[in-house]
Each structure stands twice: as C-alpha cells, then as structure tokens.
C-alpha cells in the first residue's frame, strides 16, 4: 500500500511514511533546523550594518556553545543556521573548522558581506548546556523571542551553573569506571578500586588544569595513576584473598580518560562532511591516547625500579562477565557519564535505559558469530534510533541521551591491549588491536549518525519534503 500526500493535505502526516509526527512526538531542534523556516519574526534590514551583526553574533554565539558542549559539527552549523534564518537571515552561512567558527552573509551587490569569527577554547560533554541551548533555538524557531530577548537568554546560559558540584560529576566518573570493571567481568573489589583510582585522577586533573597545564601532560598523569594503582592492587592484593587483573582497571581508566575526546566524535564529523575538523580532532585524540600511553610506560618502569613483580601483559585479554550484569553494568555506566557530564535527572534515566538496551543488543549480534564492530554498528544504529525517539517524548536533545547511551561500548579494552602490546615490543599485534579500536568508533559513529537519520525521517513534517 502506497501513501500518497496531495497538495491539499501535505501538511498531514500519515502513520505510514510518518508515524512520530502522526503520533504527535514533539520535534527536537535538529527536525526543526532542517525544516524549511517559518517566517521571520521580523525582516532585517541588510543595509543595517548593526542588526545584521547582532543577528549573526547570536547564532555564531550559540553555535559555540554547542560545539564546546560536545554537539557535532554537522548539527551545529544546521542550528546555527536555523538561529539566522528565524531572525530573517536565511542567506546565512556557517562554517567550522576544528575550534574556529564562521558565520557570514551576502547583501545586495555593492555592499560588502559581513562576517562574524569566534574560537572555541575548549570542547568537553556539557549537557546542561545543551539541553538549555536546545530549548532557547526551539524557542526561537517558533518565533517566541526577539534578538534582544535571545541575546539575554545566551547570556544567561553562560552564566548559569551546573545542576550539581564537580564532586557530583565526579561520582558519576567513578560509577562509570566501576560499571565498565564489572562489565569486563571484575570483582566488586575490584569495581571500588577502580572508583578510587577515578577519584584519584580526576581530581588530579582538575588540580592541573586550574593550573594550566597542557592536557596531554594531564593524560600522562591520569594514565600513570591508572596503570599505578592497579598495579599496586595487584602486588598487595593477588594472591591472598582475590585476584586483581590490572587490565580492567587500567581499561577502565582510560574509558574515563577518553570518554568526552574519543575518536567516536572525530569520525562523526568525518561521516557528516567535516573532513577538516575530523582531522583535528582525530589528531587531537591520538595525541591524548600517547600521553595516557605514556603514562602506562611511566607507571610500568617504575614498578620494574622498584623490583615488584608485574603481571605478564595477556593482549588477547576480553570481558567475562555474564550476560545480564554486562546489560545492568552498561546502564550504570551510561548514567554514571550523565552525571559526570552534568545531565539532568530525567536525562540520566534516558541515558542508562538507552544504554542497557544497545549493550543487550550487542550481546545478541556478537552471540551469532558476527564480530565486535558489527555488534557495535547494529547497537549503536539502535541506541540512535531509540534514543532519539525517547529523547523526544522526554523533550531532551538526543545527542544527550545517545552519547552517554555508547560509552559502555566504548574501545577502551581494546586500546588498553593495543597499548599493552606496542610498550612489549608486540608492534603488529599492538597496531591490529589499535586498528580494531578505530574500527569499533567507526561502528559507533556510523551507527549513531544512521540511527538518528531514520529517527528525524520518522518525525519530519510533509513540508520538509517541499
């Protein structure tokens, strides 16, 4: 059966080709940035240098916040976009690369275009931020606020604080890398180490940065304290009343170390028309990843000095743990990043609910034989498609839900044992297992970028189609 939209009801949706918008899910700002605008609130006069500036350090303003809350490059320029169409600049262009910002726009021939730069210092997971972003573009979209009011309302954005304390966020890291722990099939001892290791680093961190070190210098750090507690548990603790594996801790800290700068981020933008700041992001990664390796070294050397015995490096080394606590481990620990990314109750619900339903399904596809990396396109493609669908209903944007959804599937083991094998001068072994971690972040981004297209298709409007 065939459904057929006519020029007399095509603003209609139909339950077959539209079924979100037929039940009446409400839109998120990404449907609404992609749709054709609605009428501005009010013309610009393109000959008023002022208003058409005010009007692009809005949307240039608000899509730096977005992009250094953790939004794709993609998406952030589709918003940015919908901001300057909305105050009537729909000849509006923006462009990013990596950190830097651009938003400009042509007038009438004769008078020269205006644009407006802005660089992003930083880029972090900041969900409080992009929940509030989110619903201040929706506002906009709809024509509830003047440039004036919007401009108010950015300011006050930047200026609000986080839902809750740094050592609030701090616990949620802690809960991530004990769920990733037992998920690797660890010992609850071992999952209170790792959240004492998570505590440890973290902190650590924070102290380097207030005092401007750089953050590769912070990953060396993190990854000394990772690697060096976990060996310290093993020398004090195998042997006499449980078995400590220093590759799960160590796994886990380096899930927390790169959870808000994995490659997962980079290959999006790659997969979405941003090449350039795939590259800087990627390089940015691996730079970091050789800092945490550099730290691991530091960490193994030291132990050597000292004459401890050091557990032999097992790089073919995987998770255990059984199926349900796998499932029950990756819901914590989808929560546990929503809170350390300051997410709101409702949305750290979403998130551990989104993840527990992407780690089952992983589970299932990799029980038929069918790999790791499929395993992970399949769930992510469905963490993208039910994330953005409960993200909806709940009114949260979906990138909140979706990215905290992946982190237990995250290729932290597998860049664990790649290390592992590169510092045991284990060079092939080391490359293919490194190469296989890319090959994962790619399942993930690829499965969350196609996961959230069906999702926005399901909801667009008959009008997006004119």
């Given at each position: 059966m065939t459904t057929v939209?006519?020029?007399?009801?095509?603003?209609?949706?139909?339950?077959?080709?539209?079924?979100?918008?037929?039940?009446?899910?409400?839109?998120?700002?990404?449907?609404?940035?992609?749709?054709?605008?609605?009428?501005?609130?009010?013309?610009?006069?393109?000959?008023?240098?002022?208003?058409?500036?005010d009007v692009l350090n809005l949307a240039l303003e608000i899509a730096g916040i977005l992009l250094s809350s953790g939004e794709g490059a993609a998406d952030t320029v589709a918003q940015a976009e919908s901001v300057a169409a909305a105050f009537g600049l729909p000849g509006a262009t923006v462009e990013v690369t990596f950190t830097s910002l651009t938003i400009g726009v042509n007038r009438r021939r004769g008078?020269?275009?205006?644009?407006?730069?802005?660089?992003?210092?930083?880029?972090?997971?900041?969900?409080?931020?992009?929940?509030?972003?989110?619903?201040?573009?929706?506002?906009?979209?709809?024509?509830?606020?003047?440039?004036?009011?919007?401009?108010?309302?950015?300011?006050?954005?930047?200026?609000?604080p986080h839902p809750h304390s740094f050592r609030v966020a701090v616990l949620g890291w802690a809960m991530l890398g004990c769920a990733v722990v037992i998920q690797l099939g660890g010992s609850p001892l071992a999952g209170l180490l790792s959240m004492v290791s998570t505590f440890a680093l973290m902190y650590t961190n924070r102290y380097l940065d207030l005092h401007r070190l750089p953050t590769f210098f912070q990953q060396v750090a993190g990854g000394f304290i990772a690697a060096g507690w976990a060996l310290a548990a093993y020398v004090a603790l195998t042997d006499r009343f449980t078995e400590i594996q220093p590759s799960q801790l160590v796994a886990a800290g380096i899930i927390v170390l790169l959870a808000g700068l994995t490659l997962v981020g980079a290959i999006e933008d790659a997969i979405t028309g941003f090449p350039v700041t795939s590259?800087?992001?990627?390089?940015?990664?691996?730079?970091?990843t050789g800092g945490i390796l550099g730290g691991i070294t530091i960490a193994l050397a030291v132990f050597e000095r000292l004459g401890l015995s050091?557990?032999?490096?097992?790089?073919?080394?995987?998770?255990?743990?059984?199926?349900?606590?796998?499932?029950?481990?990756?819901?914590?620990?989808?929560?546990g990043f929503a809170v350390a990314s300051y997410a709101t109750v409702r949305a750290t619900w979403?998130?551990?609910?989104?993840?527990?339903?992407?780690?089952?399904?992983?589970?299932?596809?990799?029980?038929?034989?069918?790999?790791?990396?499929?395993?992970?396109?399949?769930?992510?493609?469905?963490?993208g498609?039910?994330?953005?669908?409960?993200?909806?209903?709940?009114?949260?944007?979906?990138?909140?839900?979706?990215?905290?959804?992946?982190?237990p599937l995250l290729p932290g083991l597998s860049v664990y044992r790649g290390l592992s094998a590169l510092t045991s001068d284990q060079t092939g072994i080391g490359l293919g297992l490194m190469f296989q971690a890319v090959a994962i972040a790619v399942a993930l981004a690829a499965g969350i970028v196609f996961g959230e297209w069906i999702t926005r298709n399901l909801r667009r409007s008959a009008a997006a189609d004119q």
């Open positions: 939209c006519t020029v007399e009801n095509r603003d209609v949706p139909t339950p077959l080709t539209r079924p979100l918008a037929w039940l009446g899910v409400r839109k998120s700002t990404m449907d609404l940035a992609v749709e054709p605008p609605l009428s501005p609130m009010a013309p610009v006069d393109l000959d008023d240098d002022a208003a058409v500036t008078r020269p275009p205006i644009s407006v730069i802005r660089v992003v210092d930083y880029r972090t997971v900041d969900m409080t931020r992009m929940t509030r972003v989110a619903r201040l573009i929706d506002l906009i979209v709809r024509r509830r606020l003047t440039v004036e009011q919007a401009t108010v309302e950015v300011e006050k954005i930047i200026a609000s590259a800087g992001r990627g390089v940015e990664t691996m730079i970091l050091t557990p032999p490096i097992d790089p073919s080394i995987s998770g255990t743990a059984p199926v349900y606590l796998t499932v029950l481990a990756a819901g914590v620990g989808a929560a979403l998130a551990a609910t989104v993840g527990a339903v992407g780690m089952l399904i992983f589970q299932a596809v990799t029980a038929t034989g069918l790999g790791v990396v499929v395993g992970s396109a399949l769930a992510a493609c469905a963490m498609l039910v994330g953005g669908i409960l993200a909806r209903i709940a009114t949260v944007p979906p990138l909140v839900v979706t990215i905290a959804g992946i982190t």
